[in-house]
């Protein structure tokens, strides 16, 4: 089956403009989260979609972050505008179940840099 | 903050040795498991340890349990240069449905 597709890989910004992501989830896969890694940080969580419903978005850092999941499908997380300490990667996973024992699919991620 | 910690945050060893990693949370999960990430990819999900288990073997990987003392290890055997990259374990603590991870260990093989 294909995997979590994320997609840029890369993208640099400046400071003030928008950026979109895109995940594409492992599809049947219900549930999908974003993360992210700032620098020299831990990997945190920004929120988690059942399908199209947001069930947490207790990490979502303010609001300049907008995250949809239109449909149930792919999701969007979009940064406007964007700021220095926006700089990351950001990761995409999903999962079938709700706690799923075999593990978290995680994409590639994408690197965002804002200049 | 439930985030976990990991030590050593980064090792470095020469191919055939043994890997161990440790990483300790604050609050009580349903299972913990470890990612590896290798530069500039993805997380890959390795193993999963539920809260009523010590001990879990996956090929070439060992990880260990103590809720006592809410402590995980991850033990890699017999490295090799393919095993460098980055090691992170994550909780999936009760009450919320999301991994909190800790900050990695930056494991390097040399050859």
């Known amino acids: 089956e294909a995997g979590v597709t994320q997609f840029p890989s890369h993208s640099v910004i400046e400071k003030g403009q928008t950026v979109t992501l895109r995940c594409d989830p492992i599809?049947?896969?219900?549930?999908l989260y974003w993360y992210r890694r700032v620098m020299g940080k831990e990997i945190k969580f920004l929120l988690h979609?059942?399908?199209?419903?947001?069930?947490?978005e207790s990490g979502m850092p303010n609001n300049r972050f907008l995250a949809e999941r239109t449909g149930g499908t792919y999701s969007t997380l979009k940064v406007q505008p964007a700021e220095l300490e926006d700089s990351g990667v950001y990761f995409c996973?999903?999962?079938?179940?709700?706690?799923?024992?075999?593990?978290?699919?995680f994409g590639s991620g994408t690197r965002l840099t804002v200049v | 903050s439930q985030q976990g910690e990991e030590d050593p945050q980064a090792l470095s060893i020469q191919e055939g040795e043994n890997a161990t990693m440790n990483c300790s949370y604050k609050?009580?999960?349903?299972?913990l498991q470890w990612y590896r990430q290798n530069s500039g990819r993805g997380l890959v999900h390795l193993i999963l340890?539920?809260?009523?288990?010590r001990e879990k073997h996956s090929g070439r990987l060992r990880v260990t349990l103590d809720t006592s003392k809410k402590s995980s290890s991850l033990l890699i055997t017999a490295s090799r240069a393919a095993d460098t990259a980055s090691y992170f374990c994550?909780?999936?603590?009760?009450?919320?449905?999301?991994?909190?991870f800790g900050q990695g260990t930056r494991l390097t093989i040399n050859p």
């Open positions: 996973a999903s999962s079938e179940f709700d706690r799923d024992l075999r593990g978290y699919t």
């Open positions: 599809s049947g896969h219900d549930n």
């Open positions: 979609f059942v399908k199209e419903s947001k069930q947490d």
């Open positions: 609050t009580s999960i349903n299972n």
């Open positions: 340890i539920r809260s009523n288990e």
């Open positions: 994550a909780t999936d603590f009760q009450g919320a449905q999301k991994l909190v």
